[in-house]
């Protein structure tokens, strides 16, 4: 089992930058894979961001080269640093683990948090 609680969400200016952060609980953390997703109001959730248990990353092709997905192994956390952010960004920003898989589709994961809140203003 793991549980999995985001952080760092919260109101920034167009063009600003945040952290989120997801705590995860469970001793095999390090063997999961980890993401994040988001949605927007009225919108289907979307996928963000991932990274492989050995630390490869993927992204949506609407963030790279803005947000970065990191992992810190020992304090069993998983980042995600957003740059340049855009009022499309803004979303219920959710965090995601699964043992087995690290794509695009959020059905496939079997754990989730409950999301935190982020919102861009102009």
């Known amino acids: 089992q793991v549980h999995l609680v985001e952080s760092g969400g919260g109101l920034v200016q167009a063009g600003g930058s945040l952290r989120l952060s997801c705590a995860a609980s469970g001793r095999t953390f390090s063997m999961y894979s980890m993401g994040w997703f988001r949605q927007a109001p009225g919108k289907e959730r979307a996928f963000v961001a991932s990274i492989t248990w050995s630390g490869t990353p993927y992204y949506a092709d609407s963030v790279k080269g803005r947000f970065t997905i990191s992992r810190d192994n020992a304090r069993k956390t998983v980042y995600l640093q957003m740059n340049s952010l855009k009022r499309e960004d803004t979303a219920v920003y959710s965090c995601?683990?699964?043992?087995?898989?690290?794509?695009?589709?959020?059905?496939?994961?079997?754990?989730w948090g409950q999301g935190t809140q982020v919102t861009v203003s102009s």
């Open positions: 995601v683990a699964d043992l087995n898989y690290s794509g695009t589709i959020p059905g496939s994961y079997g754990y």
